[in-house]
C-alpha cells in the first residue's frame, strides 16, 4: 500500500493548515491512521492517531486543542487539520496506516505502523 501526502507549505505563525493522506489500495477505514512529524536534528515524533472506527482520537500534549485527525470514507482520504500554528510546528510530517485488526486501536508508536507517506513539509515562519 503506498500513501500519498499533501498539503504541506508555508505559512505564518498563528494560520492553519490541512494535510491529506490517501491510500493507494483499499479504503482508508481498513487503517488505524497516524501523523508524525520529525523537525531539523530531531526524532521522529507523535502528533495525533485516529482508530478504523473514526472515534476516540489520541493527541501529543503539544499539538493538543490546535490539531484534529479525522478521516472521511467517501472521499477514502485521511486528514490533519492544524491551526494556530506555531514555529516549533515546522517538521516533516508523516502520514501512517496500521493494519490493525481491532476497530478501536490506536497507538502513539511509529513501530506499530506498516505503512508510510513520503511526508510533506510545513513550514511555520514567525
Known amino acids: 500500500v503506498q500513501l500519498q501526502a499533501s498539503g504541506g507549505g508555508l505559512v505564518q505563525a498563528g494560520g492553519s493548515l490541512r494535510l491529506s493522506c490517501a491510500p493507494s489500495r483499499r479504503t482508508v477505514s481498513s487503517y488505524a491512521m497516524g501523523w508524525f512529524r520529525q523537525a531539523p536534528g530531531k526524532e521522529r515524533e507523535f502528533v495525533a492517531a485516529i482508530p478504523r472506527t473514526g472515534g476516540n482520537s489520541h493527541y501529543a500534549d503539544s499539538v493538543k486543542g490546535r490539531f484534529t485527525i479525522s478521516r472521511d470514507n467517501a472521499d477514502n482520504t485521511g486528514y490533519l487539520q492544524m491551526s494556530r500554528l506555531q514555529s516549533e510546528d515546522t517538521a516533516v510530517y508523516y502520514c501512517?496506516?496500521?493494519?490493525?485488526?481491532?476497530?478501536?486501536?490506536?497507538?502513539?508508536?511509529?513501530?506499530?505502523?506498516?505503512?508510510w507517506g513520503q511526508g510533506t513539509l510545513v513550514t511555520v515562519s514567525s
Open positions: 501512517a496506516f496500521d493494519e490493525v485488526g481491532s476497530a478501536t486501536y490506536i497507538s502513539p508508536n511509529p513501530g506499530r505502523y506498516d505503512y
